[in-house]
C-alpha cells in the first residue's frame, strides 16, 4: 500500500504563491508517475501537473504552464508543486496521487493511489 499526504493549501491573494507537497510512504517504488490533479466546485476534477517517476519528465496544463513547477525529492519521497502568479480560477482541493497502470499519465482513472486533498483559495 502507498500513503499520500498533501499539505501546503490556504488561503493567498491573487498574484501570490504557495508550495504544495506530497509526502509518500509505503511501497514508494510501485508507480510509475505523481500527478496533481484538482477539483473546483462544480467542475470535474482536471490534471493539473505530472513528473515521471523514471526520467522525471513533466507535464502541465495550459492554464498552468509558465506559473506552476512540479519537482521530487527522491531522498524525503515528496513531490512538489510550487504555484506562483495565482488566479482566482487557481481555487481548488488539489489532490496528489500515484499512477499505478503505466498506460496514460494525463487520464486520472490510471492513478490507484491518492492523497485527501489540500484547498487553495486564491482571493483578495
Known amino acids: 500500500q502507498l500513503q499520500l499526504v498533501e499539505s501546503g493549501g490556504g488561503l493567498v491573494q491573487p498574484g501570490g504563491s504557495l508550495r504544495l507537497s506530497c509526502a509518500a510512504s509505503?511501497?514508494?517504488?510501485?508507480?510509475?508517475?505523481i500527478g496533481w490533479f484538482r477539483q473546483a466546485p462544480g467542475k470535474e476534477r482536471e490534471v493539473v501537473s505530472v513528473?515521471?517517476?523514471?526520467?522525471?519528465?513533466?507535464y502541465y496544463a495550459d492554464s498552468v504552464k509558465g506559473r506552476f513547477t512540479i519537482s521530487r525529492d527522491n531522498a524525503k519521497n515528496t513531490v512538489y508543486l510550487q504555484m506562483n502568479s495565482l488566479k482566482p480560477e487557481d481555487t481548488a482541493v488539489y489532490y496528489c496521487?500515484?499512477?499505478?497502470?503505466?498506460?496514460?499519465?494525463?487520464?486520472?482513472?490510471?492513478?490507484?493511489?491518492w492523497g485527501q486533498g489540500t484547498q487553495v483559495t486564491v482571493s483578495s
Open positions: 513528473i515521471s517517476s523514471s526520467d522525471n519528465s513533466t
Open positions: 509505503g511501497f514508494t517504488k510501485d508507480y510509475y508517475a
Open positions: 496521487a500515484a499512477e499505478t497502470r503505466g498506460y496514460d499519465p494525463l487520464n486520472q482513472y490510471e492513478y490507484g493511489y
